[in-house]
């Protein structure tokens, strides 16, 4: 993606207040949903007048230890 392909992208997921904050700071991090889908956390950033993003898929539902096959080493630490 070129660096105007990202900030089109990211700019069509903000609202204005978050497009005014992110232009004034040159950093945004927020979420927002997709209607029975999941959460996105993106962050955005700026840097040499570049536009950077990273969206993180957070699902509606939490699985358990065992639903996600982690090691039982795992779920022990977390007990």
């Known amino acids: 993606m070129t660096p105007a392909d990202t ?3 990211a700019y069509s997921v ?6 005014h904050r992110f232009e004034e700071s040159l ?14 956390a993106p962050m955005y950033s700026t840097s ?3 536009t950077s993003a990273v969206f993180r898929l ?3 539902e939490i699985k358990s230890f065992n639903q996600l096959g982690l090691p ?3 779920s022990k630490l977390c007990d």
């Open 72 to 74: 039982a080493v795992v």
């Open 14 to 19: 903000m609202t204005d207040a978050q497009k």
């Open 27 to 40: 950093e945004l991090d927020f979420s927002f949903g997709l209607k029975a889908l999941h959460a996105s």
């Open 58 to 60: 957070i699902p509606f």
């Open 7 to 9: 900030k089109q992208l």
């Open 48 to 50: 040499a007048a570049q």
